[in-house]
């Protein structure tokens, strides 16, 4: 069984139906089906302390003469969907009969004791459907290794499903998942006596759901073969001819209780849901995956390119590093990951174009401004022949020096940029930003660096701001 485990759920806004699912399956299990075992040994004890098995049996074996000599008769009568229906409807022990009373007051009491049982009162009979049990039989288990595995199987498909889906879809698509489930197993089996309980068909429709949303992407699975069990990585759609081999292999080669109808009818019913869903723009949170996925290859990439350098294969890190320059341009680490291989050449046109682009990264939050401030320093004392200034640069590195605390260097430049290129319009907000930085710090200061600006900007917008407050 291949189980796809893609998206993690956002337990700030928790994925409350696929909770509410396992939460209600355990309660109906452990609280309202306590006592089942008990009552269906009381109804069979009775069934056959009564003589209903004899009666029966006899009647059957006369409808079916090649078993009169069949040790598995009584099984075959049991199971027997036709015949059952046809004892029910009084249409084998009939009401003129001579034993008819006897016998349907003693099958009417069998049918109390026995629907004292949830299992088999709220199962779902292939051969005597009803509405309600269409629904309720999702919610029903034969033991706890039932429960347990149908349990771990919401888990690990529903979290993650129900994000992308949206809780009412996701609530929607598990009960039709769960009803076609249903009906294919009445189609397939109507002849047929029986109890058909779990939520695996509605289960297997969150399978088919995953499916069809992740479609082609290459997602992570978690695999288990017998007693082994892995992780890999593949594309989604791979699951599909996989689920109904291992179906395959349940159905014809073991012999097991295992209701594969109800599991390819959910599988389908997921597959056609959620089909229908993608047409309609909005329905299933699609992006969200391919952020994550694009998220997941450039760490992978990064990573690669990282190892490279640490490795000393300089040419081949540089390359890893601007191909993903070329997918994510405004990345930070990037342009400081190819400034450091740029480091190794501090004459090359690559070292002096990534120490100005790194210093005029936008942006004035931590990160940056420090990373603008370490390739300053670097930049200002290591470049060859010399830095190549330009007084959109300088004032790009004040205003950053400025807004992480480094006012000395900030100061510095500002004066440059006064004395050389006095008529550079930048320099007002310069002159601005300093001057902000020592309000309630330096009077002294905040004041020399006002009427710098009034004096020489007198006309500027950041002039105007100030005269203002």
């Known amino acids: 069984m291949f189980l796809p485990l893609e998206q993690k759920p956002d337990w700030r806004n928790p994925p409350l139906i696929t909770l509410i699912l396992v939460i209600a399956n355990v309660l109906v299990f452990y609280m309202w089906q306590v006592n089942d075992d008990r009552y269906e040994q009381y109804a069979q ?25 069949d040790k598995d008769a009584y099984s075959a009568m049991r199971r027997d969907g036709i015949f059952q229906r046809q004892l029910e409807n009084d249409e084998i022990i009939k009401p003129e009969d001579s034993i008819y009373e006897e016998w349907r007051s003693n099958k009417n009491h069998y049918y109390d004791l026995l629907n004292k049982s949830v299992k088999t009162k709220y199962a779902l009979n292939p051969s005597q459907p009803s509405l309600l049990t269409y629904f309720s039989s999702m919610f029903i288990h034969e033991d706890n290794a039932h429960l347990i595995g149908n349990i771990v199987m919401l888990i690990l498909l529903g979290l993650g499903i129900e994000i992308l889906m949206g809780r009412l879809l996701f609530l929607f698509g598990y009960l039709l998942s769960g009803l076609a489930g249903n009906f294919l197993y009445v189609t397939l089996h109507s002849d047929a006596f029986g109890y058909g309980i779990g939520a695996s068909g509605a289960i297997a429709g969150i399978l088919g759901m995953a499916i069809i949303i992740y479609g082609f992407r290459k997602i992570s699975f978690f695999y288990f073969l017998f007693v082994y069990f892995d992780f890999i990585k593949a594309r989604a759609v791979w699951i599909l001819p996989l689920y109904f081999l291992s179906q395959a292999i349940i159905y014809f080669v073991f012999d097991s209780q295992i209701n594969i109808a109800a599991h390819l009818g959910g599988l389908i019913g997921g597959l056609l849901f959620a089909g229908i869903l993608k047409f309609i723009p909005g329905a299933m949170r699609l992006n969200e995956i391919d952020h994550k996925q694009q998220g997941d290859a450039y760490t992978i990439a990064f990573s690669q390119a990282q190892q490279l350098l640490a490795s000393m294969e300089i040419d081949d890190a540089r390359k890893k590093f601007k191909e993903l320059e070329r997918k994510y341009p405004d990345d930070l680490k990037i342009q400081q990951q190819l400034f450091t291989i740029a480091k190794y050449n501090p004459a090359s046109d690559d070292y002096h174009n990534y120490a100005h682009a790194l210093l005029m990264f936008p942006g004035t939050d931590i990160k940056t401004v420090r990373a603008v401030f370490e390739t300053y320093q670097h930049y200002a004392t290591n470049a060859k022949p010399k830095p ?31 004395s050389s290129v006095k008529e550079f319009k930048k320099n007002a907000e310069v002159l601005s930003s300093i001057a902000k930085f020592y309000k309630n710090k330096d009077q002294d200061k905040q004041t020399h660096y006002t009427n710098m600006l009034f004096d020489l900007y007198p006309d500027s917008m950041e002039a105007k701001q100030l005269q203002g407050t």
């Open 45 to 69: 004890d009775y069934y056959q302390s009564s003589g209903l098995d004899m009666i029966e049996l006899t009647q059957y074996v006369k409808q079916n003469a090649s078993r009169s000599k």
């Open 388 to 418: 190549r200034w330009t007084p959109d640069l300088l004032a790009s590195i004040a205003i950053k020096l400025v807004a992480g605390g480094n006012i000395d260097e900030a100061e510095k430049i500002a004066n440059l940029l006064v």
